[in-house]
């Protein structure tokens, strides 16, 4: 009879396995992290072909699962493997003309694109509450995102929600060239947000669209004042049409210090980002966010996006330590379904 026991083990074991690998494949399997809400939102991607490896494939393994694919749209210069994976997933690619490079008539060009695209949607009998645009190093907390745009009454009120940029503030009176373009400009001065990040209700797009409308409408603009993209959309914003950016504090870009959020406040935050910090003169400083116990290495998931989405979102397949965790403890409230 003893000799059965091992035998007996080993099949408890193969039924234990089996049990868990079942209740798995039924709670992935139902699993939508779709956030609600979130449908109102016309979602806007820059990138270019050089970021589509390292940026672009990380977006699409996490946070734009999140969000219904049509309200994707994801504007570059390349069409490639991943912007056909991309396609696949029903995600909205817009191909523009744009040059591959950095600068700012480049990064002006893309978010013409960018906002002809949302004319078009919308004159197309699109429902978007908001237009937001979110560059390819910013992972977007959407569930937070959507609780803050809720506090807001976007088809009644003109509403620009970012960051504020480094050197955010400038007076009208030191652009000459921004004078000769709009002489009945309404403010002396206005403050504009990080073009990494930002929102604007649809009531102020219905405004913006004689400024917006047409892809090399804005590009023409940013050259007739000199400025780059976010410079360029606040002076619209705020000297030509006289509204005041709402500042979003829980919008975070490669400029803040991330290290620095409360590894307690990381679920509340609305956008994270990576990148390096110029430590003036010394080696630039790793500015990625800290997480504890994460899911992954920094050399696995060096942006911490891997990790950040198994902290927000642990019943995703991928995230298998955290999965397990919840099987063990269902009742906790780091393992409800978002």
């Known amino acids: 009879m003893w000799k059965r026991r091992p035998y007996n083990a ?6 234990a396995l089996c049990v868990f690998l079942l209740i798995r494949r039924l709670l992935t399997k139902s699993l939508s992290l779709v956030v609600p809400g979130s449908s109102v939102i016309h979602f806007s991607i820059r990138t270019t072909a050089s970021y589509h490896k390292s940026r672009l494939d990380v977006l699409l393994r996490t946070w734009l699962n999140t969000v219904e694919p049509k309200q994707i749209h994801i504007a570059t210069d390349v069409m490639d493997t991943w912007t056909k994976t991309a396609q696949d997933s029903e995600y909205q ?7 591959q490079s950095h600068h700012s008539e480049a990064l002006c060009c893309k978010s013409g694109f960018e906002y002809e695209q949302y004319y078009i949607d919308t004159g197309g009998g699109g429902t978007s509450s908001w237009y937001c645009h979110f560059d390819d190093d910013m992972y977007v907390n959407v569930g937070a995102l959507v609780d803050t745009l809720a506090k807001y009454k976007p088809d009644r009120d003109r509403l620009y929600l970012g960051k504020l940029s480094v050197g955010h503030e400038y007076k009208v009176q030191s652009n000459e060239r921004f004078l000769r373009q709009f002489p009945n400009h309404k403010t002396s001065y206005y403050r504009f947000g ?3 990040a930002y929102c604007i209700s649809s009531s102020l ?8 409308r047409g892809p090399k409408r804005f590009v023409e603009t940013c050259k007739a004042i000199g400025e780059p993209d976010d410079v360029t959309l606040g002076a619209l914003i705020g000297a030509v049409l006289g509204y005041e950016l709402t500042v979003v504090p829980l919008i975070n870009t490669h400029y803040n210090y991330l290290p620095s959020i ?5 679920v509340d935050q609305i956008t994270i980002s990576f990148g390096q910090l110029d430590m003036m003169g010394q080696s630039p400083l ?17 942006t911490r996006f891997l990790s950040y989405h198994c902290l927000l979102h642990p019943m995703v397949p991928w ?18 379904i978002t």
């Open 262 to 266: 409360d590894s307690n406040s990381l």
């Open 205 to 212: 797009m219905k405004e913006l669209e004689p400024y917006l």
């Open 286 to 302: 790793k500015n990625v966010i800290m997480i504890p116990n994460a899911q992954f290495s920094e050399e696995d998931d060096p």
């Open 194 to 196: 990080t073009g990494a």
């Open 319 to 336: 995230c298998a330590r955290s999965l397990y965790y919840c099987l063990v403890y269902p009742m906790t409230s780091w393992c409800k």
């Open 93 to 99: 690619i817009i191909r523009t003309s744009c040059d």
């Open 10 to 15: 080993l099949l408890a074991c193969l039924a």
